[in-house]
């Protein structure tokens, strides 16, 4: 692996309110070797000169799909494995276009993916996995229409297809049962259905998903792994029993309330709004095969979407970028940030696609900065980003070099 020097760069440091001009960083053997304000002096490296560019982290999206090749889920189970997977080879060298250089996926993508990725058969960003996520009957996870009542979901852990993004299980032995066969599978983390969700035909948003004697046993399981539980939900009630029995990290929240965000803040919990896909849903779903019932769902959860980041923000809890897109309108991915710039500043907003992305990953020192040590995770831009989000917004067309893990895997600069 190429060693490489960025010279003249001006480098964003999220926990920094500034960017630090003039920095020269050192990559050999995939990881930031060095870091310094004086030039650094290598008679092997392949010198690349910034030119007052910005050089920062790679971005971290903690809520994606990559085998959400279409809107509308419920059908995609039928799809053949094979055109699910080609189709997610795009989408996927897409995501790390936009310079997300590690996606965690939050229901779908299995092992065999991951390693097509990480030995280089795939172009995509670092793929922390959930396996399916887990769900009760009737709930987020299960896709089967009202009129469905002769075909059982299978719990056989081999029997599934590629399209499916969920599975379901009811009753302490079976989760029990879910958890072991996902993390088997290779499940980097457990994801379950705490509550009800747009997208899913059957459960009513203000629904709870599993008991909690159910919830605590996911989140044992996932314990005795020395992994963690993410949920899908959205009220305050849910919100807090899920947190009461270990889950750490909410996603999307858009219904909590200043209560339940405190006891948050004060678990040490984390959030994971998914702002840009309610958005998308309003404007396309209804054109892409969302059901009706789904596209009646999304008001209720897309007001208060905002508003939710005012009482994390306020309540202290910590913040991760995701975005939840589905099918075509994975493209508007890097659109979160714009939509969150209404309420947190520019350095917030990237603070949740880097340093706190990284806690949540449990990749606090590898991911999420430029510093000795870390995977060699970063991005070249057009533009200072503190000042104009602008720059991340797209499909990447201001980013000039993209490299995870010491490996140029774009250079608009011709060097």
């Known amino acids: 692996m190429a060693s490489v020097l960025f010279k003249n760069a001006n480098l964003l440091d999220p926990l920094q309110a500034d960017l630090l001009e003039g920095r020269h960083v050192l990559v050999e053997d995939g990881v930031i070797k060095e870091v310094s304000d004086k ?23 903690l809520h994606v799909h990559v085998l959400a090749t279409q809107l509308n889920l419920s059908t995609q189970g039928v799809l053949p494995d094979a055109l699910v997977m080609m189709r997610a080879v795009p989408i996927m060298a897409a995501m790390l276009r936009r310079g997300f250089t590690t996606v965690r996926d939050a229901g779908g993508a299995g092992w065999g993916l991951k390693c097509a990725v990480n030995e280089g058969t795939v172009k995509g960003p670092r793929l922390f996995i959930s396996g399916r996520a887990i769900s009760q009957t009737g709930g987020h996870g299960d896709p089967r229409p009202r009129s ?3 075909r059982p979901m299978s719990f056989c852990g081999c029997c599934f297809r590629a399209g499916d993004i969920g599975r379901v299980a009811d009753g302490i032995d079976d989760v029990r049962k879910a958890v072991r066969q996902e993390l088997q599978m290779g499940a980097d983390q457990i994801k379950m259905m705490a509550s009800g969700g747009v997208a899913s035909p059957t459960d ?11 919830i605590r046993v996911i989140v044992d399981e996932a314990a005795s792994r020395q992994t963690y539980v993410m949920a899908h939900s959205y009220t305050a009630d849910a919100i807090e029993r899920a947190i009461r029995n270990g889950v750490r990290t909410i996603e999307h929240g858009n219904l909590v309330d200043e209560r339940v965000a405190r006891y ?24 892409y095969g969302l059901p009706p019932d789904s596209v009646a769902k999304i008001a209720t959860v897309r007001t208060a979407g905002l508003h939710s980041l005012e009482i994390y923000k306020k309540a202290g809890v910590k913040i991760g970028y995701g975005s939840d897109l589905l099918g075509p309108s994975q493209r508007l991915q890097s659109d979160e940030f714009r939509i969150r710039a209404e309420v947190l500043t520019p350095q917030e907003v990237i603070q949740c696609a880097t340093t706190t992305a990284a806690e949540v990953l449990n990749q606090v020192g590898q991911l999420g900065r430029i510093q000795a040590g870390a995977l060699a995770d970063v991005l070249l831009v057009d533009g200072n980003p503190y000042r104009d989000l602008s720059c991340l917004l ?4 201001r980013i000039a070099l993209i490299m995870k893990g010491g490996v140029i895997e774009h250079n608009g600069l011709g060097a």
């Open 39 to 61: 030039p650094i002096a290598s008679a092997s490296a392949h010198a690349i000169d910034a030119a007052g560019r910005t050089l920062m982290p790679g971005l971290i999206d």
């Open 204 to 214: 009513p948003i203000a629904s709870y998903g599993y008991s909690e004697e159910e």
């Open 264 to 287: 948050m803040a004060e678990k040490g919990a984390f959030v994971v709004p998914t702002l840009v896909t309610y958005e998308a849903l309003a404007n396309e779903g209804a054109d």
């Open 148 to 150: 469905d009542h002769l």
């Open 394 to 397: 797209g499909q990447g067309e």
